[in-house]
């Protein structure tokens, strides 16, 4: 994996992509699910904050 796409990864300005975490699965001996993990929670907080305002606007239905 070329230096730059770590070094971009490391600086948040690219994600961790299905491909990545099977490189970096097999280079850091850590399952590519749990690369594949990490990226969704971090999206996941990301949007959290971006519609911080519409979710608390939206009613529970259930």
């Known amino acids: 994996?070329?230096?730059r796409r770590i070094n971009e990864i490391v600086h948040g300005k690219?994600?961790?992509s299905a491909d990545?975490?099977?490189?970096l699965s097999r280079a850091l001996g850590l399952s590519?699910?749990?690369w594949i993990n990490m990226q969704a929670h971090y999206d996941a907080e990301?949007?959290?904050e971006h519609l911080a305002k519409k979710l608390a606007g939206i009613v529970?239905?259930?």
Do not use: C, S
Not at 20 to 23: G, H, M, S, W
């Open 1 to 3: 994996m070329p230096p």
């Open 14 to 16: 690219r994600g961790i």
């Open 20 to 23: 990545t975490a099977l490189r």
């Open 32 to 34: 590519d699910m749990f």
């Open 46 to 48: 990301v949007a959290r």
């Open 60 to 62: 529970r239905i259930a």
